[in-house]
């Protein structure tokens, strides 16, 4: 139970907000309150005890200020161990998230409570406890069957455990430690490695130190040498479940409608070695021939490793796709694998011809070993909106031989274990927002440890960046951190992934330091482009050489690179699918350093990034439409702005308007990029200005924002003239020149089913080149290289 | 247009103007301008390149130009389709030879204000005048302009769902004078 507000307020005029403008970033939240009377406020140090651990806690600071005078409450210091969020500055309520299980232990904060008279901070303490013993469960759950022989344990708690008191046997024989495996009903016990612990110390994932035996049971157990944080024992947990007959699994299948979407299905192996994916082949529905009998696929020779996933795609029927260790392309003769809401796809041992595996869906074809399915047929939605989706066995590659195992995820995984928990994407971050929470993943990734949130738009991006000595070319921390900042005010979080980069530690991942894992240091090439023709690098070459397959449903993949022009000489700053989800940033041979002008080098890469961004965004260069150099639109999409950054509104506004044209007016910006970074203004344009029509200017208005001064659009007659006719955007035509609401209008499903978004496919074989016409349209279906795409929830 | 010497003219004017006023190789790519971290002091001729400070000039077929007591100076003006580059040799703060790589227009440099008008590139040295165009070399005040190379209008546009920000304009111009 937490403190409890000390007096009651009369009705006040609260203003939100209007402080919070003024107010150093230490400070958490601020409310002004105002009222006639002015007495001092009094507050205390104060300690919070017997709270219960949650994610965030809540709870209330006792104060006064009984003459109810203007006050603020603001936090300023933060926990140790959390982050407090002022709730309600009214009634001292607060939100306290912990960022580590030491919380636990105790931790406190300072808060400032001022009014116009006199001003007072506290300590407040937090102090927690919990009696009631914790929850706990394993994954694989209880009487679960056909556990994949490569399986982890994974223990979940509803409490933080003391990690001193999670203990596992390194050898086999008597069972000891606080989680324990065992074959023989805990006569003995298997050895154990890890502990792993995290989501603040509520999931322990352990692995058995060998591989487990096909088709036996196992039981796990905690004991109740397990405790919380504050030593309270859990109550004893056995559950068991039994492992598959390990082989290899069809563990996915994607949907598709289009009869040019290149089909796909996702194989497991669930073994304990290696398995060498020539061995076996598989039968489908094909097309043109489109036989229920189907045609047989072989498979090439790749060995694909215990416990890892490999995509097999139809290969394109124009254009080849080199098979690599994430997807392997798949033709008979001019037949490839198809199906719509109905299929089925027959796996098939080469050697002895016995069927492996087998999935049917929308109708019962029957396989070939009639025990291999039994009872209904799955279901696999197919409809123009569909694509994304799959049908998959849960996390376990559950194999009952029916259709129970296959549930219908919306989005699906490609490539990796098919954790997808619900459907919603209340976002529009093409993450469902269930696989956002604590301790969840999605596609095998910990996003929630990456940063992301239910609620908020999440946007990740790889960073890879070439081998090169100009500075350029490798991504400076300052720009990236330039660039997220830019989307939080908007709700959106941007996560990027350069790998080692900054941390230079090549063992632990830190979202702080932009480390996912994924980021990495590539081959110089001195031109590069999408699907070149003309001996410059392709752009998707490198992308199916670094990039995570698992990654493609909602990572953009950047290239720092050092050029676009064959000869490696600088050219364009950046190459950017619209609605899509490739970018490449070339600022080589600029002459870009630090020692020459570090501002510059920062700024330029920041502003050209979250251009090219923008692109992938949907955004043209004047916002909804490609018209160029409007001054009036505010947004580093604009040419005008994009390495100028933005003006100060105001403050000689139409500066970088003038050095655009390099006319007489031109004058040293204000905030440019030559100033420091902190100033430099990054940002898309918000639709805020009047729109300019160049046959009636008005110069006195300026951009007609808030705060707007007059602009002399012409560099003639002082900024005065009241019915200009002037181009000022230099396109040989006067006409009215509109802003736009970017930040409204971003568009972060790579496009879906537009028809300008290519799904990062690769150029040489175009998206609008039906290769079969059937059913009826195929022109605005996506191929080959992989569907990247995840229709919003309707 | 007193300062205009037609092109019939610039031929007559060549061998009294210029000893390097031959007939320059006709450039199939531009000149590739790179940095590099060494720098350089004044004008080195290196195998087919040309490096002046920090800057490489690739590859250079030109006469190599004299620098004594020069002073060479570099510019660049950034902009999203790219950087346009002006490097200029001076003595007694004239200058007396330019390499100028524009891509935008109209880029002021100070040879000049360059501008694309149907195609054309026009200079204009004076602001009182008019931009004179620039077809293939100029000479003005005993200072030769000189084209060395123009992109031809784009061939081909990128894919419809690729953002283009390739130059409209790409243009090289060798300043000599006397």
């Known amino acids: 139970m937490g403190a409890v507000l000390s007096f009651v307020r009369p009705p006040l005029i609260v203003a939100l907000g209007l402080l919070a403008i003024a107010c150093s970033p230490k400070v958490t939240i601020v409310e002004s309150v105002s009222s006639p009377t002015q007495l001092a406020p009094t507050m205390a140090d104060q300690t919070l005890s017997d709270l219960a651990f949650a994610a965030t806690v809540q709870d209330t600071i006792s104060f006064s200020d009984t003459d109810s005078s203007s006050f603020t409450l603001i936090v300023t210091a933060q926990g140790a161990h959390g982050s407090v969020t002022i709730t309600d500055a009214d009634t001292g309520a607060f939100d306290y998230a912990l960022t580590s299980a030491d919380a636990l232990s105790g931790d406190s904060f300072t808060v400032q409570l001022s009014d116009s008279t006199s001003t007072v901070s506290a300590v407040i303490s937090l102090a927690f406890a919990d009696g009631t013993p914790p929850v706990v469960s394993f994954t694989p759950l209880d009487a679960a069957a056909n556990v994949a022989i490569a399986s982890d344990l994974v223990l979940s708690s509803d409490d933080p455990l003391d990690s001193e008191t999670i203990t596992v046997q390194n050898s086999a024989g008597v069972c000891s430690g606080s989680i324990q495996l065992s074959a023989d009903n805990f006569s003995t016990c298997l050895a154990l490695t890890g502990p792993t612990i995290s989501d603040l110390a509520r999931t322990v994932t352990v692995a058995p130190t060998l591989i487990l035996a096909e088709k036996t049971t196992y039981k796990v157990r905690a004991t109740d040498a397990l405790t919380n944080t504050f030593g309270t024992a859990i109550a004893t947990v056995e559950q068991g479940f039994a492992t598959l007959n390990a082989y290899l699994i069809i563990n996915e299948v994607g949907s598709s409608y289009y009869s040019n979407t290149l089909r796909w299905f996702e194989l497991y192996n669930a073994t304990g070695t290696a398995i060498d994916l020539a061995e076996y082949s598989f039968r489908s529905i094909s097309y043109p021939a489109l036989l229920s009998s189907g045609t047989h696929f072989a498979l090439p020779s790749q060995n694909l490793l215990p416990g890892h996933y490999v995509v097999v795609r139809s290969q394109h029927a124009t254009g080849t796709y080199a098979d690599n260790n994430q997807v392997v392309y798949i033709k008979n003769g001019s037949e490839f694998p198809y199906w719509t809401a109905d299929g089925y796809i027959e796996l098939i041992h080469v050697g002895s011809g016995a069927t492996i595996d087998y999935v049917e869906f929308g109708q019962n074809y029957g396989p070939t070993d009639a025990t291999a399915w039994s009872g209904d047929k799955a279901t696999l939605i197919s409809s123009t909106s569909s694509f994304g989706q799959s049908i998959g066995r849960d996390a376990n590659h559950n194999d009952s031989n029916s259709a129970a195992d296959w549930t219908a995820f919306n989005p699906g995984t490609f490539g990796s274990v098919n954790d997808v928990e619900c459907a919603t994407d209340a976002d529009f971050d093409m993450i469902p927002d269930c696989n956002e929470a604590a301790g969840k993943t999605f596609a095998g990734m910990p996003l929630y440890d990456w940063g992301a949130r239910p609620g908020v738009t999440d946007i990740f991006i790889e960073i890879d960046y070439m081998n090169s000595i100009d500075e350029g070319v490798t991504p400076r921390k300052e720009a990236l951190d330039s660039v997220v900042a830019a989307f939080a005010p908007h709700n959106i979080a941007i996560h990027f992934d350069v790998g080692d980069l900054y941390d230079q530690d090549s063992g632990n991942l830190d979202p702080l330091d932009f480390d996912l894992g994924g980021g990495q240091q590539v081959p110089l090439a001195n031109g590069i482009s999408f699907s070149p023709v003309d001996g410059r690098a392709d752009f998707y070459d490198y992308k199916a050489a670094y990039f995570n397959y698992a990654r493609l449903q909602f990572f953009h993949y950047l290239i720092f690179a050092n050029s676009q022009i064959l000869d490696g000489s600088a050219g364009s700053s950046g190459l950017a699918e619209l609605e899509g989800n490739d970018i490449i940033v070339t600022l080589g041979n600029w002459g870009l350093s630090a020692a020459g002008d570090l501002n510059k080098l920062i700024n330029y890469q920041a502003t050209t990034l979250m251009h090219e961004l923008g692109h992938n965004l949907g955004l043209g260069h004047g916002g909804n439409e490609s018209t160029n150099f409007k001054p009036n639109y505010l947004s580093v999409m604009n040419y005008t702005y994009q390495l100028r950054g933005l003006p100060t509104i105001g403050s000689n506004e139409g500066d970088r308007m003038h050095a655009e044209v390099a006319d007489a007016c031109a004058t040293t910006l204000i905030n440019g990029p030559t100033d420091s970074y902190t100033s430099f203004v990054l940002d898309f344009s918000d639709n805020s200005s009047i729109a300019l029509d160049e046959t009636n200017l008005n110069e006195t208005l300026g951009f007609g924002r808030t705060g707007s001064g007059a602009v002399d659009f012409n560099c003639a007659n002082g900024a005065t003239e009241t019915a200009l006719s002037a181009d000022i955007n230099k396109d040989a035509s006067t006409t009215t020149l509109t802003d736009h609401d970017d930040w409204a209008n971003l568009v972060t499903d790579f496009g879906g089913l537009s028809t300008l978004s290519n799904q990062g496919v690769q150029l040489t074989a175009p998206v609008d080149t039906p290769f079969i016409v059937w059913p009826v349209r195929v022109q605005y279906d996506r191929s080959p290289y992989i569907v990247e795409t995840l229709q919003r929830p309707e | ?178």
């Open chain 2, 1 to 178: 247009m007193m300062h205009r010497i037609l092109l019939p003219a610039v031929a007559l004017g060549c061998a009294s103007l210029f000893t390097a006023c031959q007939a320059l190789p006709q450039l199939t790519e531009p000149v590739a301008i790179f940095y590099t971290p060494e720098m350089t002091q004044g004008v080195v001729a290196d195998s087919d390149e040309l490096r002046l400070k920090n800057i490489r000039l690739s590859p250079w077929l030109s006469a190599i130009p004299d620098c004594l007591d020069c002073r060479v100076t570099s510019r660049v003006d950034d902009r999203p389709s790219g950087p346009s580059h002006q490097v200029s040799l001076s003595q007694a703060e004239k200058i007396y030879w330019a390499f100028v790589n524009g891509k935008t227009t109209p880029y002021q440099t100070d040879i000049g204000r360059f501008s694309f008008v149907d195609q054309q590139l026009y200079v204009q040295t004076d602001p009182a005048q008019a931009a004179v165009k620039l077809t293939d070399s100029l000479i003005v005040a005993d200072c030769h302009y000189q084209l060395l190379w123009q992109a031809q209008p784009r061939a081909s546009a990128m894919a419809a769902n690729i953002s283009d920000e390739r130059p409209f304009v790409h243009f090289q111009v060798l300043y000599r004078c006397n």
